[in-house]
């Protein structure tokens, strides 16, 4: 009996010291020695601070005169002469620019059955070689103009100009095209403008509520979407976005498709001093491109759009589908705002890709070794 106490004592004993030993070892948790005391990594690290890369400012004064040069055209209603020579306008321009530029022609079936010759007109910038860009970034507007005004009171079955619900997006990714190619400084990402031709031609008001199908609109990015033949790390569609006190509110659906895109170009907006026009608070869901781009591509495409809180019974401000969507409506200050804010996404996101494929490169040199 007295060698079973034995035995049971030293035991005893053995196991305190273990565990007394194992108390005054560092711990695995995380926990980190400083200065004889230690800190608990449970609670994570705060967000970085945003910092905002060299990138070059566009000139509102020339995204303004991109949107008028639109105007002048005419109503750019398919199978228009001012419909073609718009078009053919964007093809030049770009080009001028430096950027890879073709026209994908397509015929789009209007809800009456009517035949539209349509062109998604689409331009790409191949960053520099040097950069060896593995992502490629897509912003996107519709070109195209609403072919009644059947919001108006009067001449509703008359075209509209579409200075801002059509030629303010386009103005800006113009604008955004113009400055890169005058930058000394490019992004390191590929980018592909695309504008999307015949998105305002579905069913005006006064058809039956079984007709107003949402199908019926964006025919351009309905048609790319099945027809791309890229992918994209990710998409900003601009529409309606040159309004005098315009408001772009976080869009329902972008939110819920690619929240993560829409809270860091918001945050970037405000970074900048635009708080003032990108509003973070969110909106309903809207039937845009971005629908479609991301219902046929899974591309997380956001729609940067306004949107009028104040209006009860629509979604956009009283202009909208009228003959009011004229120049006189444009203010170079939102134009401004949403390109500056758009090309800062553009070269803040090139510049975390880099840093990224730095980092992966550095890994795979330390496991080289």
Known sequence: ???????????????????????????????????????????????????????????ADSA???????????PRVPNTDAHVQCGNYFLDKLKSYGWEVKAQ???AIRYDGVVLKSRNIIASYKAPAAAAAKRTVLLAAHWDTRHVADKDTKDTDKPIDGANDGASGVGVLLEIARTIHTSPKKPTVNIDIVL????????????????????????????????NPGSYYYGILLDMVG??????????????????????VWAIAAKLG????????????????????????NIPMIDIIEFDPTNETAYFAKYHH??????????KNTLEAVGQTVLQYVYNTAASSDAEKAATSSSSSGLAK
């Open 105 to 107: 022609g397509f015929d």
């Open 196 to 227: 999307f031709d015949s998105e305002d031609l579905g069913y005006p008001e006064s058809a039956k509520d079984e007709h107003k199908k949402a199908d019926t609109w964006c025919l351009g990015s309905q048609y790319w979407a099945k027809n």
């Open 1 to 59: 009996m007295k060698m079973k106490k034995l035995v049971i004592n030293t035991f005893i004993i053995y196991c305190l010291l273990s565990a007394i030993t194992l108390l005054s070892l560092p711990g695995c948790s995380g926990d980190k020695p400083n200065g004889g005391s230690t800190v608990k990594n449970s609670t994570p690290p705060p967000p970085k601070p945003l910092v905002l890369v060299d990138a070059p400012k566009i000139n």
């Open 243 to 264: 309004a005098k006190g315009a408001k772009m509110y976080k869009e329902g659906f972008s939110v819920r498709t690619a929240g993560e895109t829409v809270n860091e």
């Open 322 to 331: 009228t003959h009011a969507d004229n120049m006189s409506i444009i203010d």
């Open 274 to 297: 635009y708080g003032n026009v990108f509003i973070p608070k969110n909106a309903p869901e809207i039937v845009d491109d971005h629908t479609y781009v991301n219902k046929h591509t």
């Open 64 to 74: 303004y005169a991109f949107v008028k040069k639109q105007v002048e055209f005419g």
